[in-house]
């Protein structure tokens, strides 16, 4: 049975920066493609970040040159890197995953989904 487990989340001034990370049982990272969405109170679910097997991030618009996307073979853990975070960034931060090549970045094409953690973002 797979598990998807993200930590890193807290409340940060704007203009701060966190790391999230993104841990799993049952499968390993560097085989899957795997991606970070979010949730807005209200909003919904939109991705932010994507990596394929082979290493190459995807981001959306708004947070491109702020955000990276980063994964560690070694330990299996997949990372978000937020600098100069902006309300805007606030919400719920969904760690996903799936056996593909490709990371496109629409929530209906991950297979496995952790919990999520949040992110607060003060002004």
């Known amino acids: 049975q797979v598990q998807v487990v993200e930590s890193g989340g807290g409340l940060v001034q704007a203009g701060g920066s966190l790391r999230l990370s993104c841990t799993a049982s049952g499968l390993t990272f560097d085989n899957h493609a795997v991606g970070w969405f979010r949730q807005a109170p209200g909003k919904e679910r939109e991705g932010v970040s994507s990596l394929d097997r082979n290493g190459r991030p995807i981001y959306t618009g708004s947070v491109k040159g702020r955000f990276t996307i980063s994964r560690d073979n070694a330990n299996d853990t997949l990372y978000l890197r937020m600098n100069s975070l902006k309300p805007d960034d606030a919400g719920t931060y969904y760690c996903?995953?799936?056996?593909?090549?490709?990371?496109?970045?629409?929530?209906?094409?991950?297979?496995?989904w952790g919990q999520g953690t949040q992110v607060t973002v003060s002004s």
């Open positions: 996903a995953a799936r056996s593909s090549v490709t990371c496109p970045l629409f929530e209906s094409f991950y297979t496995y």
